[in-house]
Structure formats: C-alpha cells, structure tokens
C-alpha cells in the first residue's frame, strides 16, 4: 500500500507558500528567485518521488500546487497590465482543461490515468520563459504568451487524442465538467423531474445551468455565470429562472442579478428548444459606492436555444439584450433538463 506522504511532497508543497508570496514581491531579483524555486521543486520532487516511490497525497498535491502557482503568477501578470484576460486564458489553458477534466472524470467516477506527454512539458518550459520575461520587463512577454497558448492547443490534441482512446470523448467530459464543477454536491446527485403533463403552476426548483459568455460593450468582459429552473406558470412552455453572473477583466468587476420569464417554443423531449423571454436585472459594479448610478436596474430581452445533450442536459446557447437593448451579451453552456 502506498504511504500517505514522502519527503518528495514536502518539496511539492513549497510551491504553495512561494505561490502567495509572488504577488507580494515587486523586486525582480526575488520574483525570479521565487520562479526558480518554483522550478527546482517541480523537479526535484519529480526525482525524489521516483526514488522512494509515489504517495498517495502526492497524487493530488503535485498538480495541485502546480496549476495554483501558475494561476497566481499569471493572474500577478495580468493584473500588472501585461496580459489581456484572452492572452491569460491562452497562457494557462492547459491547466484550465487539466482541472475541468480532473474534475469531469472525478464526477462521472471515470477516473483517467494519461502519462506525461511532450506537449505538456513543452508548456511548463514555455510558461517560466514568460514569467521570465515579465520579470525582466521584456517586450516578449506578449509574443511569449501567445506562443505557450500555441503550444497548449496542440498539448491539449495531444492529451485528448490519447485520452479518447481510454474512455471515448473527452471533449464532452471536459465540456460537461465546466457546468458541474462549478455546481455543489448536492446538484451532483441532481435527477430531473419528469415532465408534465404541460399545463398547471409549479414553483420550486427544479434544475440549473452554468453559462460562460462575452460582453461586447466597451473592450468586452468575460462572463461567468449561474441559472435557476424555479418552475413554470400556467403552462410547462413558460419558464421562471433567476441567474447571477459576474464579468471580468478590462476594467471594474461587474454584477448581475437577473429575474426572467421565457416562453419555450417547444416540449422538453425535442431535439432542439428555442425560447424567447424578457426580465429584470440589477446590476452593478466593484466601485458601485462611489457611483450615484449604481446599481442599476435593467429591462432585457432573452433570445436562446437549448440543443440535447444527454438525457438529463442540454447546450445552451443565449443572446442577451441588457439594458433596453443597449448591451449585448452571448453565452454557451449546459443546463439541467426535465427528462423522461
């Protein structure tokens, strides 16, 4: 049986305590000493951990303590005006999908066991050269992120490719596993309800949906947000769904808190479900005490469809028209349907 612990995860968790500690240090000797320890630790517990054998708390803290220093530390980039939030997304995009699909395999109990490839040692390599560059103030921090993000496209092909073969699509894992993670345990364990008969007021809850999207108003904000099946009135095509949703990056964090009622064209067992509806939102923003306007109240038109998924999800895709139609925001995501 494997030990719980070796000396080759007290390496691994020095990477945690120097994760907080870089946001913190402005000096350029310290942030490259703190990079290079960072470095050191990945792989000298990678040489311990072959030596006197792997743990079982080694499993989960080496990649661990690896996506949360590189999270910190570019997240430190980005907030220093060096990186936009899609250069951002791009840098860390392997470790974003390595989550997702940890994530994913974890809630389907699939779990997946894929070898150190090329590809993803390729990105670590060319992550420290960017931290490197924006430690040293180079004009290359840009072209090197951009270049990581490159390389995490084909890391990613690489993983999913060896990963398909394993347990078929992983795309659909990784997909699914954005809504789910995001969910609590309980929603884990969430069984639809059948559908009714089509007419009749009920009120409770009885599903959810996560969402992503992008504000095209000013440099556009990434969204991130999460809705509600509250019920339906009089007759099972009118929906009631509450949602919240934060936006971030390019300028002050913003939030909404919306009440909708959307008219589905069709019944829950078709392929496809488009719907229209209109709501109410209350929206604000990070610096919302120092703006009289703030917050705000909105009039907003919905426009989505719903495509099946499995018998218990469906995409969702949204367009929304905040404000009297005066922002425009698109969503992809997955939400909860009433199954047969």
Not at 4 to 13: C, K, M, Q, R, S
Not at 28 to 39: D, E
Not at 93 to 114: E, M, N, Q, S
Not at 247 to 269: I, K, P, Q
Request: aromatic letters at 10%; charged letters at 15%.
């Amino acid at each position: 049986m494997k030990p719980w612990g070796t000396w080759a995860d007290v390496v691994t968790a020095l990477r945690l305590p120097l994760a907080a500690l870089f946001p913190f240090v402005h000096r350029p000797a310290w942030q490259l000493a703190i990079v290079g320890l960072a470095a050191a630790s990945d792989f000298v517990d990678g040489i311990l951990a072959r030596r006197v054998g792997a743990s079982r708390i080694g499993a989960v803290l080496d990649p661990v303590a690896d996506k949360v220093f590189a999270a910190v530390a570019f997240l430190t980039v980005a907030s220093r005006g060096m990186l936009t939030w899609y250069e951002l997304l791009g840098v860390l995009l392997r470790d974003i999908l390595a989550v997702l699909g940890f994530l994913g395999t974890w809630l389907f109990r699939r779990p997946v066991a894929l070898p150190a490839r090329a590809g993803g040692k390729a990105v670590t390599v060319a992550q420290i050269l960017t931290l490197v560059a924006f430690i040293a103030a180079s004009p290359l921090v840009k072209p090197l992120a951009w270049a990581t993000a490159a390389i995490a496209v084909y890391a990613t092909w690489d993983y999913g490719r060896i990963g398909m073969r394993r347990v078929g699509t992983v795309l659909l894992v990784l997909l699914a596993a954005t809504s789910l993670s995001l969910s609590s345990a309980a929603a884990q364990q969430f069984s639809p309800p059948k559908s009714a008969s089509g007419k009749g007021t009920r009120i409770g809850l009885f599903g959810f949906g996560v969402r992503s999207g992008l504000d095209l108003e000013g440099e556009g904000q990434l969204l991130l947000g999460v809705t509600l099946d509250m019920g339906n009135v009089i007759s099972n095509r009118v929906r009631l769904r509450p949602s919240a949703e934060v936006g971030v990056f390019n300028g002050d964090n913003t939030y909404v808190a919306s009440f909708e009622g959307l008219w589905r064209f069709t019944d829950d067992d078709e392929a496809a479900t488009p719907y229209l509806g209109t709501g109410l939102s209350i929206a604000g923003h990070g610096n919302c005490g120092l703006d009289p306007d703030c917050p705000a109240l909105w009039v907003n038109l919905v426009f989505g469809l719903e495509l099946r998924y499995r018998s218990t999800f469906n995409w969702l895709l949204e367009y929304h028209g905040m404000d009297a139609l005066s922002r425009h925001r698109f969503y992809i995501g997955l939400t909860t349907r009433r199954g047969n």
